[in-house]
């Protein structure tokens, strides 16, 4: 198993072979556990309290191959806005309760699911479904300003 107590200052290039480490928004603030790989090699995180992951991040290399932290698919709220007004209410509507966003090239919004969100932004008559997908975003309870 091998240990990991620091992350290491690796950026990714076209000769290295990426092995992903699929994680949600709240495994990625868990840094003290085991982790096995796809390729089977085990880490162990040590990292020091506090540490959050970042998707892209690279967590270990050995040799030509390197461990890099990927956003694994989440229970979320896929928000279309028709405008840019409406997105910027979104936004608002969303910052003010403290929750982190992703907003994907297309403009599409998307939040962590909760039954409360979802019937606020249903109530706005935004365009909203919920599904699974990968959430690059912070968890719930976890922001900064």
């Known amino acids: 198993m091998t240990r990991i107590d620091h992350l290491p200052h690796v950026h990714v290039n076209p000769q290295h072979k990426v092995i992903e480490l699929a994680m949600t928004s709240y495994d990625r603030q868990r840094v003290r556990r085991r982790l096995v790989a796809e390729d089977g090699m085990e880490l162990a995180l040590e990292l020091p309290t506090g540490t959050t992951l970042h998707v892209g991040q690279v967590l270990h290399q050995a040799g030509h191959t390197v461990y890099v932290v990927t956003a694994a698919p989440e229970d979320v709220l ?18 003010n309760l403290h929750r982190d966003i992703d907003i994907a090239d297309d403009g599409t919004i998307a939040a962590l699911w909760d039954a409360p969100l979802e019937m606020r932004l249903q109530q706005a008559k935004l365009e909203v479904v919920r599904t699974q997908q990968p959430f690059r975003g912070k968890p719930v309870g976890e922001h900064s300003h």
């Open 78 to 95: 896929v928000i279309k806005p028709r405008s840019m007004n409406e997105a910027a209410f979104v936004g608002h509507m969303i910052g």
